[in-house]
């Protein structure tokens, strides 16, 4: 065939969306150091640019399909699913992703803690949840991937504590950690009024609880409507803690209450 010359021609862009769906990398990131991965090798921090429903094939390069967004990954595996995000298992394990490494995500922005978490930094991991009984959001004995927000409160030689928001009933299997989203908890604000980890409190109570899930209900009489799980953690009157599940709107900002326990800590080594 014979060789036809290329005309090239620039590309302005004048405007871009601001919605936290339309996100890019951090400015700064080194967008030469994109590469096809299996979806497998995707770390915590990686910053996530598309996918395909495909094995990884040399010399053969499928067609990637763009993610809704682009998003620093934390990745959790369950049943052949991977949850990218930590909470959406919806990526088939056998798949390949389009990432950006978190190593060429500019140290100074969000994404880059490879070379250790630092004292005060805001993290959020990803855990199989294996709830013991039915409730508004579970059944019994079926798993799932959720997050759960924390802080580091300590970092000591070759180790960290993270201080974790609230308490999550059953048996956990912790998947990643990684620095927490500043875009997305800005959204889950937004949308819901509140973030995952955020403290409120209930006007007709005392009680300071902690948001550990946010979701649309769907029960008939609160259907659509923006609603939270919420941790309790117990009172004067009640050393037992409990969870519900209720629309945001009846709820309201608190401060965190230091006379009951709402966190729970643990140290990690240094990644």
């Known amino acids: 065939m014979p060789v036809t010359d290329a005309t090239f021609y620039p590309l302005i862009i004048t405007d871009r969306p601001t919605d936290s769906l339309y996100q890019q990398p951090p400015t700064g990131?080194?967008?030469?150091?994109?590469?096809?991965?299996?979806?497998?090798?995707?770390?915590p921090g990686d910053w996530v640019l598309g996918s395909y429903e495909a094995p990884?094939?040399?010399?053969?390069?499928?067609?990637?399909?763009?993610?809704?967004?682009?998003?620093p990954a934390l990745p959790a595996t369950l049943n052949g699913y991977v949850a990218l995000d930590g909470k959406s298992d919806v990526w088939h394990d056998e798949g390949t992703v389009l990432i950006i490494p978190r190593a060429h995500i500019p140290g100074d922005t969000y994404g880059d803690r490879s070379g250790g978490y630092r004292l005060g930094d805001r993290v959020e991991r990803t855990f199989i949840h294996e709830p013991t009984h039915d409730s508004?959001?579970?059944?019994?004995?079926?798993?799932?991937?959720?997050?759960?927000?924390?802080t580091v409160i300590a970092v000591e030689g070759d180790a960290f504590t993270?201080?974790?928001?609230?308490?999550?009933?059953?048996?956990?299997?912790?998947?990643?950690?990684r620095l927490a989203d500043p875009a997305e908890i800005a959204r889950e604000r937004s949308v819901y009024?509140?973030?995952?980890?955020?403290?409120l409190s209930d006007p007709r109570s005392t009680v300071v609880g902690v948001v550990l899930e946010l979701f649309f209900h769907s029960w008939w009489m609160?259907?659509?409507?923006?609603?939270?799980?919420?941790?309790?953690?117990?009172?004067?009157?009640?050393?037992?803690?409990?969870?519900?599940y209720h629309p945001t709107h009846r709820f309201e900002h608190a401060i965190p209450n230091s006379e009951h326990e709402i966190r729970s800590r643990e140290q990690y080594p240094a990644p």
Request: proline letters at 7%; a neutral charge; glycine letters at 12%.
């Open 29 to 43: 990131t080194d967008m030469s150091a994109a590469r096809l991965v299996p979806i497998t090798d995707v770390h």
């Open 56 to 71: 990884l094939t040399p010399g053969r390069l499928g067609t990637l399909m763009q993610s809704v967004s682009s998003f």
């Open 136 to 150: 508004a959001r579970d059944t019994a004995g079926v798993r799932r991937p959720v997050i759960q927000r924390g």
């Open 162 to 177: 993270v201080e974790w928001s609230g308490r999550w009933p059953g048996s956990v299997e912790e998947q990643a950690m």
């Open 193 to 199: 009024g509140f973030a995952i980890g955020d403290t």
């Open 222 to 244: 609160w259907d659509g409507a923006p609603s939270a799980r919420v941790y309790w953690p117990g009172n004067g009157w009640a050393n037992t803690h409990t969870y519900t």
